[in-house]
């Protein structure tokens, strides 16, 4: 998978090391067989606009994002065995648990992606 970092506009970090997901076969992998998402780290899915959390062993956060990757919407701590889904929702960051609040993420908030330097 491609990694790259996400950024607000003004160059805050969001998720220094994102991978990208944006085949059937990648999205549906997920973050499945992981153990934990850790601090810095994420996943960025689309095209969806809903997630599922089965077998999964620890909760994310969910920023919904729209195609200019504007965040439209948040689910905080989403546990295993849950799903979620965000109306108007083209993409999802997946996260780990506590970060979206950390890192102050808010409904509006505009992000861009960065390719990361080697």
Do not use: N, Y
């Not at 989403?78 to 108007?88: D, E, F, N, V």
């Amino acid at each position: 998978m491609k990694e790259l970092r996400l950024e607000r506009q003004d160059g805050s970090p969001v998720c220094e090391r994102c991978l990208l997901a944006e085949t059937p076969l990648t999205r549906l992998k997920g973050l499945l067989g992981q153990r934990e998402l850790p601090r810095g780290q994420g996943l960025l899915l689309r095209p969806t606009s809903s997630i599922h959390m089965f077998f999964m062993r620890f909760p994310i956060d969910a920023v919904w994002l729209d195609r200019e990757l504007r965040v439209v919407g948040l689910t905080h701590e989403l546990q295993p065995w849950r799903t979620a889904s965000q109306r108007g929702a083209k993409a999802v960051l997946e996260l780990p648990a506590g970060e979206a609040a950390a890192r102050g993420l808010q409904a509006g908030d505009r992000l861009v992606t960065v390719e990361p330097v080697k």
